[in-house]
Structures are given as C-alpha cells and as structure tokens.
C-alpha cells in the first residue's frame, strides 16, 4: 500500500513538465454527444466495470467530462460523510485491520464511488482493502485508475504560476495531488488568488513552494447551475 502510493506521488511530480492543454470547448462537445467514442456515458460506464481498456485520453476526456454532467456540483456534500467520519481512526490505522473493518472500509467506499466516481481518497481505500485481502488483480485495476486520474491533474499544467496552473474539477482534489503518497507532502496553506486561482503551499525539501490551481472551468458550471450564489458574491 505505502510503496504504490509513494511511486504514483513521483510519477506526478516526474511528469509535471510535460502539460497539456486542456480545451473546454472540445471535450464538452465530445462528451455531450452520444456519437463520439468519448461521450461521458460511455466513458462512466467503462470507469466503473473495471475497463483497463481506457486510454489516458480517455482519462482527460472522462475526468473533465464530469464538469458538464447534468447533476455536477463541486461542493456536494457526501451523503455518507458520518460514516466516513465514523471510520477516522480505523484510516489511521492503515495496517492490520480487522476482517470487519476492512470489510465497513469496502463498504463505504462503494457507496461513496458510487455518488461520486472521482472520490480519490476511497479509490485509495479501495486498493487497500483489495490489497490487503490479497485480491491482487483488483487492487492493481484501482491503484490504475487512482493513477490515471492523479496524473490526468498533474498533467493539465505545471501549476508554477496561474498562468500555468492545473485544472481540478474538484477543490479537494488540489489537497489529494499532494497527499495521497505514502510520504505525503504536507500543504502549508491555501489561499484564493483572484478572479479565479488557488494557490496552495507545500513544504517540499525543508522549504515552502506554491502551486496553482484554475478554478474558473469548475466555477463556470457551477455558477451555470446555481445563478443564485453568483448574485452572492456581487
């Protein structure tokens, strides 16, 4: 568990030069139709039966795709936020689990996965459990797809100034890049950058360093959907 998630935290950083552009307008048209091979549907249904068949631009297309689903809201609360909040201690314990609390671990993060495919933190309890129980196959489909979808966000931009930022379609997933590793690499601060950017301080080798994060993609739907937290801020 720890060794996998320290190498998916250095490809991250290893592959954060090599960005790519991410065009909005291209992958909304291409997901919300349902003749392209990228339509979000499509992409959904591959994500959740397990499909290894999914390249990484299926990836980028499936990750933000999810910005223009109909019931996106990058501030819904989990429906089994108590239960989550119920299994603090049993997380921290990380080893040696008890048949039954891996077991309510499994459990949770299935019905979390299943509100919001793109929870990250239990796509990582979900190759714990399936690690740990020695289901090796499925524990390296879900340690893949954890992967995927980290270096889909690492890959959007370099994140060292806003006009290089990387792109999340959720806020939370800006803390997830950073400490989902076995050695996680303690965020410092956060701070909201105008119009639109998040900058989020790190202590990398005994010293602070920022990276940014676009928040206007993720903005622009959600204000789309809710006009009413728009006139808020005026």
Do not use: C
């Not at 991410?22 to 909304?28: E, L, T, V």
């Not at 291409?30 to 499909?51: G, I, Q, R, V």
């Not at 990058?74 to 299994?87: C, D, G, Q, T």
């Not at 020695?134 to 806003?162: E, F, M, V």
């Amino acid at each position: 568990m720890k060794h996998f998630l320290l190498t998916v935290f250095s490809i991250i950083i290893s592959l954060s030069v090599t960005a790519q552009s991410i065009d909005m307008d291209d992958i909304k048209a291409k997901t919300t139709s349902n003749t392209s091979k990228f339509y979000y549907p499509t992409l959904l249904a591959k994500f959740m039966s397990n499909d290894t068949s999914m390249t990484p631009e299926d990836y980028r297309y499936f990750y933000y795709g999810t910005l223009f689903t109909e019931d996106f809201n990058p501030y819904r609360p989990n429906p089994y936020e108590k239960e989550i909040k119920a299994l603090d201690q049993v997380y921290l314990k990380r080893e040696h689990l008890t048949r039954a609390e891996k077991k309510e671990v499994e459990r949770i993060a299935r019905l979390s996965l299943a509100n919001n495919p793109l929870d990250l933190r239990q796509m990582m309890y979900m190759t714990y459990v399936y690690e740990s129980n020695r289901k090796y196959n499925l524990a390296k489909i879900w340690r893949n797809k954890l992967s995927n979808i980290l270096l889909t966000i690492s890959r959007s931009g370099t994140g060292t100034d806003p006009e290089h930022a990387r792109i999340v379609v959720y806020p939370r997933h800006e803390f997830d890049l950073y400490n989902l590793s076995a050695k996680p690499v303690p965020v410092e601060k956060q701070e909201f950058v105008p119009p639109y950017y998040e900058k989020i301080t790190v202590k990398q080798a005994g010293k602070d360093t920022d990276f940014y994060f676009n928040l206007k993609p993720l903005l622009d739907q959600y204000y789309l959907k809710h006009p009413e937290e728009l006139d808020k801020t005026d």
